[in-house]
């Protein structure tokens, strides 16, 4: 079955940066499109960053374009989020998941979500 458990998160000032890993099983990873979301409290949880198979094409949600990188490590069944310049508005749980593009932005290939990792950025 597929399992996805993201790790990284936690308190940082803004300016900070952090490095979110999800490390992925029950499907083939090297096949799937990757990508990361968040969710504030009250919030839909909402697109952040994709990556195809390769991991050289990415896409960014444009509030975090430029400060955001997304990457991958096939051999390791692991995505990466880099965060630099963080702000209070990153404030969320951060999830992964196999992604495939539709007309209008990216959806989610599993119905399974991991437990998300929680970053928290002070002003």
């Known amino acids: 079955q597929v399992q996805l458990v993201e790790s990284g998160g936690g308190l940082v000032q803004a300016g900070g940066s952090l490095r979110l890993s999800c490390t992925a099983s029950g499907f083939t990873f090297s096949s799937a499109r990757m990508g990361w979301f968040r969710q504030s409290p009250g919030e839909e949880r909402e697109f952040v960053a994709a990556?195809?198979?390769?991991?050289?094409?990415?896409f960014y949600a444009e509030s975090v374009k430029g400060r955001f990188t997304i990457s991958r490590d096939n051999a390791k069944n692991t995505v990466y989020l880099q965060m630099n310049s963080l702000k209070p508005e990153d404030t969320a749980v951060y999830y992964c998941?196999?992604?495939?593009?539709?007309?209008?932005?990216?959806?989610?290939?599993?119905?399974?979500w991991g437990q998300g990792t929680q970053v928290t950025v002070s002003s």
């Open positions: 998941n196999a992604v495939r593009p539709r007309l209008t932005g990216w959806e989610t290939v599993y119905d399974y």
């Open positions: 990556v195809r198979w390769s991991g050289g094409i990415t």
